[in-house]
């Protein structure tokens, strides 16, 4: 920490500039900051869901972006959303007494044969970052998890994940299920992992190829707009 920092006291920052700075902390990935910060402005009065998208929703988008544009890398990401997780911690009680607006909920989880689980964690963290709810599975899924969960959870989204060229086809399996129950169309259907495309992605029926979490988000908010849109 240069000396610099060491002059900063959150508490003595306006709120314009604290929210700037809890931005940067963001970007740091400073938990404890994070939670100072978040703590410091709901004792001004702010609104829990204000705090969650001036300060931590937004800090999350510019770390989403520069993960996007390669100038921000895995291990900083989640380092980010972990702090932004802490700050979530805060909030989540508070959000649920206020009863503020939710973008949607996802399931989650990486696909039958296959163990990996970063970038399915990084889109996890990403989507609560949004605003989302969202139930993780974890590792090795079969078609039920995935059908259960939807079904308990009365999600909106699917998410699977894949790493690898062998387990990438059982994508398809789980959709080929949702349609065989006919609720296929209840569900907006997200894939992504190393080996996967856009062609991929049309071939078996998903809704739309995620490279990355970012465009996972993004892409999730624009089909949620859609659904609230047509409803």
């Not at 100038?71 to 989540?92: D, Q």
């Not at 990486?110 to 993780?136: C, R, Y």
Request: proline content about 3%; hydrophobic content about 45%; some cysteine.
């Amino acid at each position: 920490m240069s000396d610099e920092e060491d002059d900063i006291v959150l508490s003595e920052l306006s709120d314009e500039e604290l929210v700037q700075q809890m931005h940067d902390d963001l970007y740091d990935g400073l938990k404890d900051e994070i939670l100072e910060g978040v703590n410091i402005l709901l004792g001004r009065g702010w609104e829990p869901y204000r705090v969650l998208t001036e300060a931590l929703v937004e800090g999350m988008r510019i770390v989403g972006i520069d993960f996007r544009d390669g100038i921000l890398f895995v291990p900083e990401v989640l380092l980010a959303a972990n702090a932004m997780k802490g700050g979530m911690g805060i909030l989540k009680p508070l959000l649920a007494e206020t009863g503020a607006p939710k973008q949607g909920k996802m399931v989650i989880g990486t696909v039958k044969g296959d163990i990996h689980d970063i970038g399915k964690n990084l889109v996890s963290m990403m989507m609560e970052g949004a605003g989302f709810e969202v139930v993780d599975l974890g590792i090795n899924n079969p078609a039920e998890n995935y059908l259960e969960a939807l079904d308990k959870e009365d999600a909106d989204i699917l998410g699977m994940s894949a790493l690898l060229t062998t387990t990438m086809p059982y994508m398809k399996v789980v959709i080929d299920e949702l349609k065989a129950k006919g609720i296929r169309d209840n569900y907006v259907v997200l894939v992504g992992g190393a080996p996967l495309n856009e062609e991929f992605g049309k071939a078996i029926g998903a809704d739309a190829y995620c490279r990355d979490a970012a465009v996972a988000v993004e892409t999730a908010k624009e089909y949620m707009a859609q659904r609230l849109h047509n409803q």
